[in-house]
């Protein structure tokens, strides 16, 4: 789908509005141009004319188990299986072939099955390299995803790629359950697949990425919550922000994060539908909590841009 290209005056207004689904915009810049596409739940494609890079890519939406303190879900004439922690999930690969077919590198913040679930299936059909902790390697081990293809980080690393480089930044999983959510568990060695739901939803810490990518800076979280000194100092152009209602258990979320990042142009936000439910299932419930985020984010950075992007749509820098 070709981006729209839009005045920054529009972008703006859809703010306020916040329809069903956003159109897609472009967002002038003086870097290259770089591409974002979003997959739906922590997912999206991020690229320019010759690199491809995919954080979190899940597509398969299954009925599975819903995150901490929230109930399954029900969708009224939903016939899909409902999977639980102990069922041996099915990757919807004709969703994954359908909505991406190459990628250079696959970034994956954690190992909870909203996250990698398709992982092993898109890094086998693309050959793309992926970066993540061991917990995520040792799944994508257990797929027989070759080892020349995983880089294992904790944290801290800064890789050059030549035509990018991505800084590891040690982060922190969203304050689920009210608080009560916390998680050590690792994905161990020796995994062999099929692995059961509960077997591969071993967080084993969480990341973000600082990518670099044709003059411009993007930062990428994949949950609701991030180290605030991990991040000072930090100037990105764009920032992909948890954006869901478990935001709300992190004091200031919003302020601190746009004051640390130096009032960044462009906000997008990520994880804030319900990902249990299919693409065509309306998220407008979901499209109207956002309204809180953007407003959040208005008052701490009243320039910067909140476009809510399209499933599978373009938002266009540059």
Avoid: C
């Avoid at 690969?93 to 077919?101: E, F, L, M, N």
């Avoid at 059961?196 to 609701?224: C, D, K, N, W, Y």
């Amino acid at each position: 789908m070709p981006p729209t290209f839009v005045t920054r005056k529009a972008v703006l207004q859809s703010l306020y509005t916040l329809p069903v689904v956003a159109s897609s915009a472009a967002v002038p810049s003086s870097g290259g141009a770089v591409n974002f596409r979003y997959l739906g739940t922590a997912g999206w494609e991020i690229s320019d004319h010759t690199t491809i890079i995919l954080v979190d890519p899940y597509v398969s939406r299954i009925n599975g188990p819903p995150p901490p303190g929230l109930p399954p879900y029900k969708g009224l004439g939903d016939s899909r299986r409902v999977y639980g922690w102990d069922d041996v999930p099915t990757p919807d690969t004709v969703a994954v072939d359908a909505h991406i077919s190459r990628a250079t590198l696959i970034a994956v913040t954690h190992a909870h099955y909203d996250h990698i679930l398709d992982v092993p299936d898109i890094a086998l059909k693309t050959q793309a390299l992926v970066i993540g902790h061991e917990s995520t390697q040792n799944i994508l081990r257990a797929y027989n995803v070759p080892e020349q293809q995983l880089l294992t980080v904790r944290g801290g690393e800064d890789y050059d790629f030549g035509l990018f480089s991505i800084k590891v930044i040690p982060s922190i999983h969203s304050a689920l359950d009210h608080k009560h959510y916390y998680s050590s568990a690792q994905a161990p060695a020796g995994l062999h697949a099929p692995l059961t739901l509960r077997q591969m939803h071993r967080e084993g810490g969480t990341l973000a990425f600082l990518i670099r990518l044709s003059g411009h800076e993007i930062l990428v979280f994949g949950s609701m919550n991030y180290i605030e000194r991990e991040i000072e100092g930090l100037e990105p152009d764009v920032v992909i922000v948890g954006a869901g209602s478990s935001r709300k258990e992190i004091y200031e979320y919003s302020g601190r994060l746009m004051r640390s990042l130096r009032f960044p142009k462009l906000v997008l936000p990520t994880h804030w539908d319900n990902f249990l439910a299919p693409f065509a299932v309306s998220q407008q419930p979901q499209i109207t909590a956002l309204q809180s985020f953007v407003r959040e984010i208005k008052a701490a950075s009243p320039d910067t841009m909140v476009p809510l992007p399209q499933y599978f749509a373009t938002v266009r820098l540059g």
